[in-house]
């Protein structure tokens, strides 16, 4: 009877689809899934499109739980409302629009455009893709109160997303993610959404953003003098059909460096993606074509960014000059080490300033800074909550850097979010660094491995897709939360951080104190042995998340592969005791 009753509310909902207010390739389609294929119904209207706390993704098609010109409108229109409110003493209220390659991207983009000017807002929207950190730039350049940019990151072919940004050129947080929520969810029906914007209120932006945008970057340099010596650096490229096809190019020859390969296959801007299963720079399939080019050319370094251009994944030569993937944390670990070295080197270190890294990311690159008397802060997992640190200290304390490991980084303080662009540019100069101290990055990071410890990460998802998978998601959560386990790999827990109740208990005591951040659905488990186990839902994938992190001494760096597969093997044997397969 349950199921019955919820097939007849999907039913209704779907009906009104078919009115005359959609266009017609939308009601085809609905039609066609009421009278053929009823589980499609069902993914596709069983709720509506969620609004997150970043904005909406999902899978594109018609119906109230996809991504479509109407499910965007009514987004952008609850979006307008509340900037119209959060902004009512100002004579003009402006916004920035940017997009991805994927497929409807650009129409997503207009019809956000279009909206924005039917509301009476100044629209900035670029005249092609541009990188995600781009249009971050862009609402502080025109000083815009918001700010859209149409793109579903990394996710596969079939998605697409949204993201929301405020006037600090960061991604929303509360209390205007929750008030935007509220905003979106009060529009009722598609006949409140203003589509009708006129064309003279949209300004298109491009090069002349791109040149200012790429002379910031350029300003991060710490070491042209190395570049000089170094210019021909073997470094392979590719944007993996993305919005980074231009200006990470352009940034790396800024930069100074001349010998730069691309991977003409993934220069094609395609939104299916055709080259790879899924444009992911975080998994060693969607970098096989460039590391192919890599060994026909021995380069040196290869990087890669996602659709967006803000996450970047790199590989580089291990001792046995083979070319082997770096994780996120060790990216970070790298920039954030090359960063404090050169600013102290270079008498930039005045003691106010600081770093920022992820509860869920590494160690590492925060011991590193104690050592160089630089200050960190550790936030949840997400860029916004990085930009918020950085909008607080503005004036008061200088960032140098910070990223997640879920291959983010962002230097300086122009961009408020993640920036393939930036990371690439110093990334190269970092390995331009080592080598012209006769070393490669390997080698530098066997060196930080060396003084500061040798801390070993690894991310393991489950994937679980549609109504079903995000109940399992819930219960696995809940599993973990009501019922903690007390060993892990023989080690007992001896803390237990539960982000969603604020609460972090230590396990040998008992005693509990609050957690200062941001309430979100985190449960960490730190061991006697110092290993950590973080888990958590994503906001953006059909996947719950298990971070392991372990870490030993390393006394010989000649002892370098004997303790990472020692590290390695700890991390099988957490996992295997976890029963998470």
Excluded at 216 to 233: F, M, Q
Excluded at 279 to 289: D, H, L, R, V, W
Excluded at 404 to 432: H, N, P, Q, W
Excluded at 545 to 566: A, P, R
């Amino acid at each position: 009877m349950k199921d019955n009753q919820m097939l007849n509310n999907i039913r209704e909902k779907a009906n009104k689809w078919l009115e005359n207010n959609y266009d017609p390739e939308t009601r085809a389609s609905v039609k066609n899934m009421l009278d053929n294929n009823e589980s499609e119904l069902i993914e596709s209207f069983y709720k509506d499109l969620e609004f997150g706390t970043g904005g909406l993704r999902g899978i594109m098609g018609a119906g109230t739980n996809r991504m479509n010109i109407y499910t965007v409108g009514m987004a952008t229109q609850g979006l307008s409302n509340y900037v119209k409110k959060a902004f009512a003493d100002k004579e003009k209220i402006k916004v920035a629009v940017a997009y991805d390659p994927r497929n409807n991207s650009r129409l997503f983009a207009e019809t956000t455009a279009k909206i924005f000017a039917a509301n009476g807002f100044k629209v900035f929207m670029f005249d092609a893709l541009r990188p995600t950190p781009e249009l971050s730039f862009a609402i502080r350049h025109f000083k815009c109160q918001s700010g859209v940019v149409v793109t579903a990151s990394h996710n596969p072919k079939e998605y697409n997303g949204y993201k929301v940004y405020w006037e600090d050129g960061g991604q929303i947080i509360q209390p205007h993610d929750k008030n935007i929520i509220d905003e979106v969810k009060s529009i009722s029906s598609i006949n409140e959404v203003l589509f009708d914007g006129k064309q003279e209120d949209i300004e298109i932006i491009g090069k002349e953003i791109d040149n200012i945008y790429l002379e910031k970057v350029k300003s991060l340099s710490l070491s042209p003098e190395v570049i000089k010596r170094n210019k021909n650096l073997k470094i392979v490229y590719t944007p993996i059909h993305g919005t980074g096809v231009k200006l990470v190019p352009m940034a790396l020859r800024k930069f100074g460096f001349s010998n730069i390969y691309n991977v003409p296959e993934q220069d094609v801007i395609d939104g299916n993606f055709p080259t790879v299963k899924s444009p992911n720079p975080e998994e060693t399939a969607a970098m096989e074509m460039s590391l192919k080019k890599a060994r026909e050319t021995d380069a040196d370094l290869v990087m890669a960014t996602d659709p967006d251009g803000d996450r970047m994944g790199a590989a580089i030569k291990d001792n046995n000059n083979k070319f082997k993937l770096l994780n996120g944390n060790q990216t970070v670990t790298l920039l954030v080490y090359y960063l404090l070295k050169k600013w102290a080197e270079n008498g930039k270190l005045q003691g106010n300033e600081y770093i920022i890294t992820t509860i869920v990311s590494s160690d590492l690159p925060n011991i590193i800074a104690k050592k160089f008397n630089v200050d960190y802060f550790k936030v949840l997992t997400g860029f916004k909550y990085i930009a918020d640190i950085i909008r607080k200290n503005e004036n008061k304390k200088t960032f140098i850097g910070g990223g997640e490991e879920s291959y983010g980084f962002l230097a300086g303080e122009f961009v408020r979010d993640k920036d393939a662009v930036i990371s690439c540019a110093l990334l190269a100069e970092t390995a331009a660094w080592a080598k012209d101290q006769g070393k490669t990055l390997n080698d530098l990071l066997i060196d930080i491995y060396h003084e500061f410890g040798f801390y070993k990460e690894r991310l393991f998802n489950i994937v679980r897709k549609g109504k079903t998978g995000a109940e399992e998601i819930q219960s696995m959560m809940k599993k973990f939360r009501d019922n903690p386990p007390s060993y892990i790999n023989n080690s007992q827990v001896i803390e237990i951080y539960d982000y969603q109740k604020s609460i972090k208990k230590n396990i040998v005591t008992n005693e509990e104190s609050s957690i200062v951040l941001p309430q979100s659905n985190v449960l960490q488990f730190i061991l006697k042995d110092g290993s950590r186990i973080s888990i958590r839902p994503s906001g953006t994938e059909p996947k719950i998340k298990f971070y392991f992190g372990v870490h030993d001494k390393l006394n010989n760096k000649s002892d370098f592969e004997t303790i990472e597969q020692k590290l390695e093997m700890k991390i099988d044997a957490i996992i295997k005791s976890l029963n998470i397969y």
